[in-house]
């Protein structure tokens, strides 16, 4: 993938993530958002076409119908045809689950899902129940792709992944950043609380950017590594400098900003809502800054033996 179509569609998502973030905030529960995304999303937006009824009914049953049976279209298609495959298994279980959950998500309200639990909650518990089986295909997949794989495969992977950590990223800096402080700002109730939630909505946004740039320097040296390039030395630098760069920023701002609660704790009214350490970001700056250190170190002690031979 060119470089300028992976940031085109990553400014893409991160519009979409921000926009569906904010309409389901809008919506009738409070579940349609991170925890419970796509399907809980899908499920309230095809409990409300039904409601209007006559063709609207039609249409949501016929998209609740192709959601479902998703899975076994995959199945289908697959390259690999043996169904004893343990990913191929958990696809064949996942369309019948996604049948009776997807159900769950769109009528919650029925007593004989809802017992003493709110609507948004059942719903939650539904669209989670889906993405777990869905996590688990990917994870069986992936080890199998690993485990059969030659080196321009893995490189591959390994790109694929760190592509995936990117778009991860980016909606996390949609809703965490965009998306909550649309609504937490505008309701501080005084200056101190304003001021923190600002911190904090700068600190989030800069350590989640500076992420995306090692996911996407990372991607460039995976290119580097699987072409060869004399690049290597280059690129290996910049994306250890990033990461050195990344980690003080992201104990910096944990200081300043937990020093700005302590400074004013009498004053906010949720000093919860302002804690902050990144562990995150900074396990993801560590793992790549000793990666490309060992690539640095590497590539040096392969020199020092080609001017001594």
């Known amino acids: ?103 769950v998500a769109i009528n919650p309200q029925l007593s004989m899902f809802r017992l003493s639990s709110a609507e948004s909650v059942v719903r939650s518990v539904a669209a989670i129940t889906i993405d777990s089986l869905i996590l688990l295909y990917l994870v069986l997949r992936l080890v199998r792709m690993v485990r059969n794989s030659d080196k321009s495969t893995l490189y591959k992977c390994l790109k694929v992944l760190m592509i995936f950590v990117a778009v991860i990223i980016v909606a996390a800096f949609s809703i965490n950043v965009i998306g909550e402080n649309v609504y937490a700002l505008p309701k501080s109730e005084d200056g101190y609380a304003f001021w923190g939630l600002t911190l904090k909505a ?38 250890c400098s990033l990461s050195r760069v990344s980690l003080v920023l992201c104990a910096v701002s944990s200081v300043m900003l937990n020093i700005f609660n302590v400074l004013f704790i009498d004053r906010l009214n949720n000093v919860e809502a302002h804690l902050y350490i990144p562990i995150t970001e900074i396990g993801f700056a560590l793992i790549i800054l000793l990666l490309t250190r060992l690539l640095i170190e590497n590539k040096n002690l392969r020199e020092d033996n080609e001017l001594f031979i």
Not at 82 to 87: C, D, K, Q, T, Y
Not at 212 to 230: C, F, G, M, P, Q
């Open 202 to 239: 700068v600190f989030d946004g800069a350590n989640l950017l500076l992420t995306l740039l090692i996911a996407l320097w990372t991607v460039k040296l995976i290119d580097t590594l699987s072409n060869d390039s004399e690049d290597l030395r280059a690129v290996t630098e910049t994306l």
């Open 1 to 103: 993938m060119k470089k300028s179509k992976l940031y085109l569609i990553l400014a893409i998502e991160a519009v979409i993530v921000a926009v569906l973030y904010i309409i389901a905030r809008n919506a009738s529960y409070t579940g349609a958002s991170l925890i419970s995304f796509p399907f809980g999303f899908i499920g309230d937006m095809l409990r409300r076409l039904s409601l209007r009824g006559g063709v609207f009914n039609i249409l949501a049953i016929v998209v609740y119908a192709l959601v479902c049976i998703c899975p076994i279209i995959v199945l289908i298609s697959a390259k690999e045809k043996s169904v004893a495959r343990p990913e191929n298994v958990v696809l064949l279980l996942l369309s019948p689950i996604m049948f009776f959950c997807m159900y």
